[in-house]
């Protein structure tokens, strides 16, 4: 059991700025594995806006559990006045940054991944996560001068919700399943009761990339995760190829599969294993995490249009209940969950 100050001290990440060198602490020996480079696979590029594209989601989802979108809506100006708010916030002195330090055992607020808790080794990341309004966090990081951020922050979670709910319509169409047997989706009144974060991430310069890693291997614990960010350093993992390089195109999202579609698509869709490299150049991104409300038991949604022999292949658990198997035991919580 950690003591209160060790708790504390996982949370707080580098002072990257003064690293001249990688710290052993940051050593990760896959960090230099083999990637795919092969210009023929690639994850799919969809435009929303193309008749086809209900179709070819689905595809990708089973296949990949990623895809690139195009043509969804997000204003362009919005994600990039979101990057700059990335560089606004993570250039702040540590110090001032420090101010809006997640507590131990919270879920919002600046520091390293909740992930990290489970590994000896330090990922080369900073991050910060905020779920509703912004404004606490905001108040302590720029005290005259936080409704900027507090209000871009309202205008992005608003639009990607939107977004997100669309692309839920889709994945449940092509799993055959009515959205209204997830009865909080269309109620108004349960937009509270939704678990929805956004996580801002930064990579610090890294002087020696190949030796350690932004993120280590891992799913995400949404229905769908919508991420923007401008150069390479994601990459996922294809079975039987190994790990695949994303190469961001200009304006598009990245979409990624997260667990529970997986649980309710029983199975039917991927949710991608993916890490994240580092590089000698600044990089940003955010996430935005759509889940289901805390309460809301997951299960496998089998369609009735798909015949009786279908077996459940996942228990039901609460949102809440595998948020904290994941906590606990990451990529093994799928397994204490199978039938
Ligand atoms: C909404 C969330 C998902 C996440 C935990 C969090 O509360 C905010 C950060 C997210 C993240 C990003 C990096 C990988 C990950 C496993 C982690 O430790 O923090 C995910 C979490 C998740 O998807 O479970
Ligand atoms: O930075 C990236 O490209 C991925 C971030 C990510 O995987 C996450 O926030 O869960
Ligand atoms: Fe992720």
Redesign the pocket.
């Known amino acids: 059991m950690a003591t209160p100050e060790e708790a504390y001290m996982r949370i707080i990440p580098l002072d990257f700025g003064s690293a001249k060198s990688v710290p052993d602490s940051f050593v990760w020996p896959q960090a230099s594995d083999e990637v795919h480079s092969s210009d023929g696979l690639t994850i799919p590029v969809i435009d929303l806006t193309d008749p086809n594209a209900p179709q070819l989601i689905t595809e990708a989802c089973q296949t990949w559990g990623i895809l690139q979108l195009k043509g969804h809506g997000i204003p362009t100006k919005l994600m990039e006045d979101m990057e700059s708010e990335c560089e606004r916030l993570f250039s702040l002195p540590t110090d001032q940054k420090m101010k809006a330090l997640r507590s131990p055992g919270g879920?919002t607020g600046y520091g390293i991944?909740?992930?990290?808790s489970l590994f000896s080794t330090t990922m080369w990341h900073e991050?910060l996560?905020i779920?509703g309004s912004a404004i606490d966090h905001a108040r302590l990081l720029w005290p005259n001068d936080y409704q900027r951020f507090c209000d871009k922050i309202d205008d992005y979670q608003k639009q990607m919700k939107a977004l997100a709910e669309q692309l839920m319509r889709i994945l449940f169409k092509a799993m055959s399943i009515p959205v209204k047997e997830v009865n909080w989706f269309d109620d108004p009144t349960n937009s509270s009761g939704c678990n929805l974060?956004l996580?801002l991430?930064s990579y610090p310069p890294c002087p020696d990339p190949t030796r350690t890693l932004g993120?280590a291997p891992?799913?995400?614990?949404?229905i769908v995760?919508l991420l923007q960010a401008k150069t390479s350093g994601l990459q996922v993992f294809k079975d039987g190829v190994g790990w695949v390089a994303v190469k961001p195109l200009p304006n598009a999202l990245i979409v990624h599969l997260?667990d529970f579609t997986r649980i309710l698509s029983n199975g039917q869709f991927i949710s991608v294993l993916h890490r994240v490299v580092v590089k000698p150049i600044q990089r940003y991104s955010v996430?935005y995490?759509f889940?289901p409300p805390m309460d809301f038991a997951v299960s496998p949604l089998l369609s009735k249009d798909l015949g009786p022999e279908q077996v459940p292949r996942y228990r039901s658990v609460t949102a809440k209940e595998y948020?904290d198997l994941?906590?606990r035991h990451?990529e093994k919580a799928f397994s204490l969950i199978e039938n």
């Open positions: 879920s991944v909740p992930m990290q991050g996560t779920m974060a996580q991430n993120l891992h799913t995400d614990t949404s995760t997260g996430g995490f889940r948020l994941k906590a990451l």
